[in-house]
Nanobody, 123 residues
Framework: QVQLVESGGGSVQSGGSLRLSCAAS????????MGWFRQAPGREREGVAA???????NYKDSVKGRFTISQDNAKNTLYLEMNSLKPEDSAMYYC?????????????????WGQGTQVTISS
């Protein structure tokens, strides 16, 4: 059974940083690629960053240069380092796992989802 558990969310001021973590169990990274998504109230869930087992990455344009996705295969943990945060980055952040070739940012490719961690950026 695949389980994804996010942590590391919180409230910071604009310009601050946060590091999100996602502990994964029940899957092997060789068969999956991983992604971070976010959803603000009243908006659709959107892909933020994704990474495959070879370390290839894909980012939403608005976070390029500010966010970094990485994974520690030995710890089965996915990370999202977020710097220079803006109020528009405020959302519930989810990690997800997808079978097949990636790393893609569209939600429909993903098979498993965590429960989310809240990120709030104040101006």
């Amino acid at each position: 059974q695949v389980q994804l558990v996010e942590s590391g969310g919180g409230s910071v001021q604009s310009g601050g940083s946060l590091r999100l973590s996602c502990a994964a169990s029940g899957l092997t990274y060789d068969n999956y690629y991983m992604g971070w998504f976010r959803q603000a109230p009243g908006r659709e869930r959107e892909g933020v960053a994704a990474i495959d087992s070879d370390g290839n990455t894909n980012y939403k344009d608005s976070v390029k240069g500010r966010f970094t996705i990485s994974q520690d295969n030995a710890k089965n943990t996915l990370y999202l380092e977020m710097n220079s945060l803006k109020p528009e980055d405020s959302a519930m952040y989810y990690c997800a796992a997808a079978r097949g070739r990636g790393p893609r940012l569209a939600t429909w490719f993903y098979n498993y989802w965590g429960q989310g961690t809240q990120v709030t950026i104040s101006s």
